[in-house]
């Protein structure tokens, strides 16, 4: 079962891949359990992320146009 997600969601932060640098955004979200949670890579080299810990889990998004680098 995906982990449902509460109201409790951070402001946005700008996160840089530790390996090629691409830009997302990145914000945390409280979740309602501890939930299985796949694996998330950047797009352009495919670094893995951390996804959070318990009860928080981080969502990310790349910013516009940088995929197109």
């Known amino acids: 079962m995906p982990a449902r997600h509460l109201a409790n969601k951070s402001e946005p932060i700008v996160f840089e891949c530790p390996s090629c640098e691409a830009k997302y955004i990145i914000a945390t979200i409280e979740v309602s359990d501890g939930g299985q949670r ?31 680098e």
């Open 38 to 68: 796949s694996k998330f890579g950047c797009v352009k080299c495919d670094a893995l992320f951390p996804l959070g810990d318990g009860r928080v889990s981080l969502e990310y998004k790349l910013l516009d146009g940088d995929a197109d």
